[in-house]
């Protein structure tokens, strides 16, 4: 039997973009489905073309073609399920399938998600984490974010960025926070020197 | 039908000690376990007392004890079984169910175990982390062991001590390595003065 054409409208979008999954729940145990990145910080409205076919008043197969859209709320989780009902194929005697789409995260290349936070994680230097350092971030809508931390930071360490995660998708016009955490980098070695001077820093 | 009595040989040793799980793999769809406590690090024999039914000669049920003799090699590992054939309780037109013990290792206070090596996680100050520092332990056997260390410690550093892991199932001359890991604590405040000399130290 024909299959709904795979969706081709990929649109690859800068960050925190997530893939649609295009199930085909069939009951002729045949599926297909396509793959869509969208941006899903901001939310947006997608329109996906299918073709399907449909049955005239004859019984005679006709292909249609079909614009589906889809309206992503800001915030929307993975596994968010989509379900557009009986637009699969027809067939006589039998009801048509249902088109789901599937939300799936893409992995990010700066944050991971935890619920509605986002995290990332900063490389930063041992001296940095005892003296003191700032962190430079760029968000997922594009701002600069500058974090000063005075805190001494310990491996455990997490500076908590309140409303920079993300919206919440009962309500977008909150947020999330952003959690940053640490990977201290020590120094390889220490000269005598410098050992001796820790402990009397430390001490001090 | 009667079960096995549970046996109650329960012998806590030192450390690095193991469960002895008595399963009654049954025909008969019932069951009954002991829990015995030895010790793994050197091995020992151990002899279990158990009460099973047999049959005599006209097809009557009578108790009789038995000594079961288990040889605890150094080393034994978590699952390892120990079968009895054939000497659960005897019913008539039945081959009478075996006798499997399971190896289960307790959790030690100190140390935990990868394969044959042994870990301990040592707590130590940011200033020996930088300045050097000496781990003391107890091995499992009751002999005390200084390991120096000179190398700066990181959070993922590990200090490798050849030759004082588990002894090797196949080989109990031969050993696995103790592996030292370490959690540093940070100090929770500096003042302006110990960061401005952190800095000045560690630039230096």
């Known amino acids: 039997m024909a299959c709904l054409d ?12 997530i893939k649609v999954l295009l199930v085909r729940r069939l009951l002729l145990r045949t599926s297909c489905y396509a793959l869509l990145r969208i941006y899903i910080y901001k939310g947006t409205t997608k329109k996906m073309k299918i073709t399907r076919e449909i049955l005239d008043h004859s019984g005679k197969t006709m292909s249609l073609n079909e614009i589906l859209t889809i309206d992503v709320k ?3 989780k993975k596994g968010t ?13 039998t009801i048509p399938a249902d088109i789901i789409f599937v939300i799936d995260e893409k ?29 430079n971030l760029t968000t997922l809508d594009g701002r600069h974010l500058t974090v000063v ?30 959690r940053i955490k640490f990977n201290i980098k020590f120094p ?17």
Request: charged fraction near 25%; hydrophobic fraction near 35%.
């Open 107 to 135: 992995p990010h290349n700066v944050f991971t998600r935890e619920g509605n936070d986002l995290i990332v994680t900063q490389k930063i230097f041992l001296a940095e984490a005892l003296a003191g350092c700032t962190v």
């Open 149 to 178: 931390i005075n805190n001494v930071v310990h491996p455990e360490y997490e500076e908590v960025v309140p409303r920079e995660g993300m919206p919440l998708p009962k309500d977008p016009t909150k947020k999330g926070n952003l």
């Open 188 to 204: 390889t070695r220490l000269t005598s020197d410098q050992k001796a001077g820790m402990k009397k820093v430390l001490a001090g």
């Open 6 to 17: 795979p969706m081709v409208m990929l649109e690859e979008v800068e960050s925190m973009c």
């Open 81 to 93: 399920k989509i379900t557009f009902p009986e637009k699969g194929n027809e067939h006589p005697n």
């Open 74 to 76: 800001p915030g929307w």
